[in-house]
């Protein structure tokens, strides 16, 4: 089994900054690319960025340049440094991670931009 543990969301103002972290734990051996997710209310879940063990990292187009994916093989754990906070990024973000050819989900954390 494999458990996902996820802290950092909260209420941010408009231009603020969050940083979410994700750490990883249980059969996790063969554990490889790790991410980010969000669901606003009434939209689909969408990729926001992902990060291989190796470190190559892939962002969406929305929070390029604003977002920084990162992850310390050492702890298992995957971070997601969001600046320039915008009411728009309001979803709850769900945290990813592909064990072989498996694929685990957090239970997720409500970011919300609101001033």
């Known amino acids: 089994q494999v458990q996902l543990v996820e802290s950092g969301g909260g209420l941010v103002q408009p231009g603020g900054s969050l940083r979410l972290s994700c750490a990883a734990s249980?059969?996790?051996?063969?554990?490889?690319?790790m991410g980010w997710y969000r669901q606003a209310p009434g939209n689909k879940r969408e990729l926001v960025a992902t990060v291989t063990r190796r470190g190559t990292t892939n962002y969406a187009d929305s929070v390029k340049g604003r977002f920084t994916i990162s992850r310390d093989n050492a702890k298992n754990t995957v971070y997601l440094q969001m600046n320039s906070l915008k009411p728009e990024d309001t979803a709850v973000y769900y945290c990813?991670?592909?064990?072989?050819?498996?694929?685990?989900w957090g239970q997720g954390t409500q970011v919300t931009v609101s001033s």
């Open positions: 249980g059969s996790i051996s063969s554990l490889n690319n």
């Open positions: 990813n991670v592909l064990v072989g050819w498996s694929v685990y």
